[in-house]
């Protein structure tokens, strides 16, 4: 009987794997990944919030602008964090400076209302 039990034991013996160490193909890859992620992901989102950041910092009064509701205007006031502007005959709305999405150039608004 003990004759079994010592070939059992040297089985399991020998069947364990060796401890981890250190995986060259494994920090290749979470290099590669980090690297995919900074180039695909991170970069261009920090882009995009650069150039917007620039946008908003460039804000004058007489700029003809669009907002992220589609909403047209004319800008006729600037403050520290919101944009007063001009919709329409005399309607004068409040937005967040951060609601802008884009500058039109001068004189969409006139050819838009002369359509």
Do not use: C, W
């Given at each position: 009987m ?59 009064k007489?700029?003809?602008v ?18 007063v ?8 709305l409040?937005?967040q ?19």
């Amino acid at each position: 009987m003990s004759f079994f039990v010592s070939s059992a034991v040297a089985q399991t013996t020998a069947a364990q794997a060796k401890p981890a160490g250190f995986d060259p193909v494994m920090i290749i890859m979470m290099v590669g990944m980090f690297a995919f992620m900074y180039f695909f992901i991170i970069r261009p989102q920090r882009k995009r919030q650069k150039e917007h950041q620039d946008l908003v910092s460039a804000l004058a009064k007489g700029d003809e602008v669009v907002m992220t509701s589609g909403m047209l205007g004319k800008v006729v006031k600037v403050d520290e964090n919101y944009v007063v502007i001009e919709t329409g005959n005399n309607i004068e709305l409040k937005f967040q400076k951060v609601a802008v999405h884009a500058v039109l150039p001068k004189g969409t608004i006139k050819s838009i209302e002369a359509a």
